[in-house]
């Protein structure tokens, strides 16, 4: 599963204004029109001094077109209130969109502190409209003469989902339920802020500097890319590690020294959680008590239950039904991989002591033992503009779409940026890459917008979206080098960029979809980056360009189940410990590690060979925002179960690249943002529901895939099959 940082998916990012001009020394960039190509923001006119006034003077052009609605004196109709709210708050996102896809690719301590400083007013300045009792009344009143309006379905799908979206955020309580209600807003937005700059410096505090011997078994890529690292950091002649994934997990990997492996390790899942001012256990408790005390004052039981109603899963009932049954099959896999692990490591050492610190450097043992796969070897044929090259090979086979690199300013100097042409050569949109690590920049991989398709004066504004990772860096005339998981991950948030641009909605708040149906567009795109025929069109090796062998193309299918268990058992651990901390209905004070330790380890028996993917003091989903993915994490298996069904649609046809396949998967999910609920474009699609078997059997838990439903077996049923019984299934 793959991370995506959510102050990028949520910010609900309006496009841009047409174009800039170049501005006098003083001028704010955001006051002026911008003439860059494309709408993509003047980076290098942009100073961090402007975002302050930006936001000021955004947020209060956006109060005056609310207080313009409020007073029309114009009976209430859809397009004086629901499309006129639609359409406010334009400059307001585009600074929220610039300033937050800066921020988290490239921060430093002053924008961060603009960060703090601003988070909170945000909270406020939409509190203020959504609990706004003369706004809300005429938005009830078009809600309730909806019938006889002669609303069209999108305008009624509009209606529905704004009229709710007061409701949530508390427009129905009494007035002292409201401030009640701000305070509790502001304090999680200000607590959150907090929680992810101390990640941040905590993730840059650690640095391991070893000397030669200490990095005995690593492979050559791992150590230059080490050595690199030591000489930034004033250490030439030595190798330094960190905490980000390209520097740990090669470590962890090949490593021989035991306790160094150990005592990255410990680095790792020790971070903000020591008693320093990087401790994040108090905001955690802060945080949990204070979403329970918000859902109460909405009328929820508990945080999980407010974050999912409106999500495809429902309620928490329907979301640990489907965890739970993964839960089982995961870990006896996971213990079937340890057993084997064990066993080498006695033969090697004389014991069979295992710890945590120790899988990585097993698992790749078996690796080569069993499919006579070598990771580091693989990655020769990885190399990133292949990867990406390949990337643009498949969007073409499917979509039709080509790409041309552009030459325009950037917020670091590390970005590349493609225009989009759709299949009749018309501009679709742009795509910007930035993809390896470096201080400042949130960990994991993710793709943002730093403009939205929309429609302004009935012109279409086209997206500006970005692609963020932390790879592995290139040394010296060595390009990059991408391990095949780091492979999917760049396949898996191209997906994302692909759905930003084929939406095409007309209303900015049919744009967002179900948190638990958005990994679905993202995740399919994975099921082709290791398919043979995929594999012969870009997988080259990128010293002789000659392409990768078909007896490593074998291996790398026969080791597709490797190590299934591990990773399954990690990401529903954490999955699990999210829920479980969010459906707490009586807030007392939370010893973190003992919380995780009852939930995971004395209660549901995971291994202790085993930590979840994420503990609670560095898990930012659920924690580096107000919502994020809070109560959430799920959703990336509950998409899965999406994406490789809908993947069989195209092995069904015969052809895994059939463009009139993809070309509905387009129409009826990609394009449709959310102008109809999850299921609702999902059987529009498949033509029937989802089933479990195809994410069962890509993971090894089933032997072999059941013969194909008929295509017009639309189940009725309140609860969606993904996650019914066997039962409930044949009933349905």
Request: hydrophobic residues 40%.
């Amino acid at each position: 599963m793959k991370k995506i940082v959510s102050v990028l998916l949520f910010l609900s990012v309006i496009a841009m204004t047409s174009c800039h001009k170049s501005h006098s020394a003083g001028e704010n960039p955001f006051f002026t029109e911008w003439e860059t190509p494309f709408g993509i923001p003047p980076f290098d006119e942009i100073e961090t001094s402007d975002y302050l006034p930006a936001f000021d003077s955004a947020m209060r052009a956006h109060t005056a077109e609310i207080e313009a609605i409020v007073q029309c004196t114009e009976a209430p109709s859809f397009e004086n209130v629901i499309a006129a709210f639609d359409r406010s708050g334009a400059l307001l996102t585009t600074v929220n969109s610039v300033f937050g896809g800066v921020n988290a690719n490239d921060s430093n301590d002053e924008l961060r502190a603009v960060q703090e400083k601003i988070a909170p007013v945000l909270s406020a300045h939409y509190d203020n409209i959504f609990l706004n009792d003369k706004l809300f009344e005429k938005v009830k009143a078009v809600y309730d003469t909806r019938e006889p309006a002669g609303l069209d379905s999108l305008q009624l799908r509009l209606l529905e989902k704004t009229y709710r979206k007061f409701l949530r955020a508390g427009a129905a309580l009494s007035p002292q339920e409201k401030d009640q209600l701000k305070k509790i807003n502001g304090e999680l937005v200000s607590a959150s802020v907090r929680f992810g700059n101390n990640l941040l410096a905590a993730n840059q505090t650690f640095l391991m500097i070893l000397d030669t011997a200490e990095v005995s078994g690593l492979p050559m890529n791992a150590r230059n890319a080490a050595g690199a690292l030591a000489e930034e950091k004033g250490h030439p002649g030595k190798f330094a590690f960190t905490l980000s994934k390209p520097s740990m997990i090669p470590f962890l990997t090949y490593a021989d020294r035991r306790d160094l492996r150990e005592k990255i390790y410990r680095g790792y899942l020790e971070r903000c959680c020591g008693g320093d001012s990087t401790d994040n256990r108090q905001l955690i408790n802060d945080m949990v008590r204070l979403r329970l005390e918000r859902a109460r004052l909405l009328g929820y039981e508990t945080h999980a239950d407010y974050v999912l109603d409106g999500e495809m899963a429902r309620t928490p009932g329907n979301v640990y039904a489907l965890l739970d049954s993964l839960w089982s099959p995961a870990l006896a896999s996971a213990q079937a991989e340890l057993d084997s692990m064990k066993a080498i490591k006695l033969k090697e050492t004389g014991d069979d002591d295992f710890q945590s610190w120790d899988w990585w450097y097993y698992a790749e043992k078996v690796r080569k033992k069993q499919y006579d796969l070598d990771e580091d070897m693989l990655r020769t044929y990885f190399a990133l503009e292949n990867v990406r090259t390949g990337i643009f090979d498949l969007s073409n086979r499917l979509y039709g779409l080509t790409f041309t690199p552009l030459s325009v300013p950037m917020y670091n100097r590390e970005c590349t940026a493609y225009e989009v042409l759709d299949k009749d050569n018309t501009h679709l949109g742009v795509v910007i890459f930035d993809l390896f690590p470096r201080p400042g920049k949130g960990p994991g991989a993710w793709c943002g917008t730093f403009q939205e398709r929309t429609y302004k004066d009935g012109e279409r504004i086209d997206p500006v979206i970005y692609v963020a990772a932390n790879f592995t860096r290139p040394f010296g005339d060595t390009p990059a080098l991408l391990s095949l998981d780091e492979t999917d991950t760049f396949f898996h948030e191209f997906g994302h960029a692909l759905h930003q641009l084929f939406l095409d909605v007309p209303y900015n708040g049919l744009r967002s979809v179900e948190r638990d149906f958005v990994e679905l567009p993202s995740q399919i795109m994975e099921n082709w980056a290791m398919e043979p025929d995929m594999l012969r069109r870009y997988a080259l090796h990128y010293a002789s360009g000659t392409i990768i062998p078909d007896y490593m193309i074998k291996k790398i299918q026969n080791s597709a189940l490797f190590n299934q268990g591990f990773a399954t058992t990690e990401y529903l651990a954490a999955s699990l410990t999210d829920m479980d901390i969010h459906s707490i209905k009586e807030y007392q004070p939370i010893d973190i590690t003992a919380f995780e330790r009852d939930a995971l380890y004395d209660r549901r028996g995971l291994m202790p060979q085993i930590e979840p993917r994420y503990r609670y003091p560095y898990f930012s989903h659920i924690f580096g925002g107000d919502f994020d993915y809070s109560a959430g994490y799920y959703s990336y298996i509950w998409s899965e179960v999406l994406d490789k069904d809908a993947f069989q649609a195209f092995a069904e046809s015969g052809d895994i690249f059939n463009r009139t396949v993809a070309e509905r998967f387009r129409r009826e999910v990609l394009s449709r943002g959310g102008s109809a609920d999850g299921m609702t474009l999902y059987r529009n699609f498949r033509s029937k529901e989802p089933s479990r078997d195809p994410l069962l059997y890509s993971r090894g838990f089933i032997k072999e895939l059941p013969k194909p439903e008929p295509a017009d077996s639309v189940g009725t049923s309140d609860t969606p099959v993904l996650i019914a019984t066997p039962e409930q299934k044949k009933a349905q």
